[in-house]
């Protein structure tokens, strides 16, 4: 099955830091990974951050200043870095990717921030 997949969760008290990547598994040319979502218990799927083709990148306010989204084209990856992570970080992460113009999701990475 083509999707991405997701790396680099983990468990981190708060003020820590984890880097997330996503990587398309399967036809790798095919797959471009262009955001990252986010899934709390109880709660709806939120964007966390995306990035364009063009490099231009959108944060949701509450991971501004302290989550950078990144790519690396050549190797057709998408990383998340983030900082100071805190207790309302805690999530189920999820990479968003398009084969062609289709959607598809990753099966998640947990994070879970320690107070």
């Known amino acids: 099955q083509v999707q991405p997949v997701e790396s680099g969760g983990g468990s981190v008290q708060a003020g820590g830091s984890l880097r997330l990547s996503c990587a398309a598994a399967?036809?790798?040319?095919?797959?471009?990974?262009v955001a990252w979502y986010r899934q709390a218990p109880g709660e709806q799927r939120e964007l966390v951050a995306r990035?364009?083709?063009?490099?231009?990148?959108d944060y949701a306010d509450s991971v501004k200043g302290r989550f950078t989204v990144s790519r690396n084209k050549a190797q057709n990856t998408m990383f998340l870095q983030m900082n100071d992570l805190k207790p309302d970080d805690t999530a189920v992460y999820y990479c968003?990717?398009?084969?062609?113009?289709?959607?598809?999701w990753g099966q998640g990475t947990q994070v879970l921030v320690s107070s």
């Open positions: 968003f990717a398009l084969y062609g113009s289709s959607p598809v």
């Open positions: 399967g036809r790798v040319s095919s797959i471009n990974p």
């Open positions: 990035i364009a083709p063009s490099g231009h990148t």
